[in-house]
């Protein structure tokens, strides 16, 4: 026989079951390209420092919360989808309930803070009854060649006021080395109390702030420009990016043997081109006034040779 404490307690699960089962099919989340800490068959390990994000689908945060960052992940994945520039993404999502509809954003990133919009769609996305939904997202043809991020967002039509999103890393071929993307930047909505609020479509005196987006900020963004590695030449120096200043070195280097003319010290400071000081008498004179000790002549004819040889390799 149930107790009236027994049946309060029952009746509280129950509720909390509902709730819990209605919140898992609200969620809606990224299947291809693989989101970053996606636990999907197929898809890459979390990058070192992150999870398998097994809550995939669940919002990044609502009107008064911000529970994880753009992409939820921070890290990108070892592995990366290869995109053609030009073409387009084949975007593939997970649905547990559609709640309406609502906004979309599909945008890209070089560095993970500064993003241009490749596709809106308002009030309609993920407008289906549930399942999966797919959509193609094109990738411009002037878009830089490189390591780039690919982010979704998404703000549901009806139910609790949130933001939905999910970031897949991929490397784009075929476009121009130094190309740059111009458009304007996402609207982030429902995230927090510092972004804008959208109401829940056809709510009495409500808008959907389909006219925001319209609004969006101008914005360019460029590849991150790869680090020049120099490359090691027979003697052990490195050039390309670092020439100059190992020139300069073996050039100091170099006319330091220089004797004084005035005092005989093999001290000679390089000052600019054809202008030089001793270190001990501390004159100052052009080129001509010193001479080239033996040694120095041995340092020159060996700087020489070693230029060659670095320029050759």
């Known amino acids: 026989m149930y107790t009236r404490y027994s049946l309060v307690t029952l009746a509280l699960l129950?509720?909390?079951?509902?709730?819990?089962?209605?919140?898992?099919?609200?969620?809606?989340?990224?299947?291809?390209?693989?989101a970053r800490g996606s636990p999907r068959a197929g898809c890459p390990p979390p990058s070192n420092g992150q999870n398998i994000d097994y809550d995939l689908n669940a919002p990044i945060g609502t009107i008064g919360s911000k529970n994880a960052p753009l992409c939820k992940q921070t890290k990108p994945s070892a592995t990366r989808t290869i995109v053609k520039a030009g073409?387009?993404?084949?975007?593939?999502?997970?649905?547990?309930?559609a709640h309406g509809g609502g906004h979309c954003q599909w945008a890209i990133s070089y560095d993970g803070k500064k993003w241009v919009v490749l596709k809106t769609m308002l009030r309609n996305c993920l407008k289906?009854?549930?399942?999966?939904?797919?959509?193609s997202v094109p990738i411009p043809k002037d878009a830089p060649a490189g390591k780039a991020t690919f982010m979704w967002l998404w703000n549901n039509a009806v139910g609790n006021r949130e933001l939905y999103s999910n970031c897949a890393d991929i490397e784009i071929q075929g476009g121009p080395k130094n190309g740059k993307i111009s458009g304007v930047a996402p609207l982030i909505a429902n995230y927090g109390?510092?972004?804008?609020?959208?109401?829940?479509?056809?709510?009495?005196?409500?808008e959907d702030q389909s006219a925001a987006f319209a609004k969006r900020k101008s914005i360019t963004i460029t590849a991150k420009r790869t680090k020049k590695v120099g490359v090691v030449g027979k003697y052990g120096v490195r050039y390309g990016a670092s020439l100059r200043k190992q020139v300069k070195k073996m050039e100091i280097t170099q006319h330091s043997k220089y004797t004084?003319?005035?005092?005989?010290?093999?001290?000679v400071k390089r000052l600019s081109v054809g202008i030089w000081k001793c270190r001990g008498c501390k004159k100052t004179m052009a080129g001509g006034a010193w001479t080239l000790s033996t040694t120095a002549a041995a340092?020159?004819?060996?700087?020489?040779?070693?230029?060659?040889?670095?320029?050759?390799v």
């Open 128 to 135: 289906v009854k549930g399942g999966k939904y797919s959509v």
């Open 260 to 267: 004084c003319t005035f005092c005989g010290r093999d001290a």
């Open 14 to 34: 129950i509720i909390s079951l509902a709730t819990l089962a209605s919140v898992s099919q609200a969620h809606v989340g990224l299947l291809r390209p693989c």
């Open 193 to 206: 109390a510092d972004n804008l609020v959208i109401d829940e479509f056809g709510s009495p005196g409500k």
């Open 87 to 97: 073409q387009s993404i084949s975007t593939t999502y997970s649905i547990g309930a």
């Open 299 to 312: 340092t020159v004819r060996s700087t020489t040779r070693r230029l060659r040889e670095i320029m050759e």
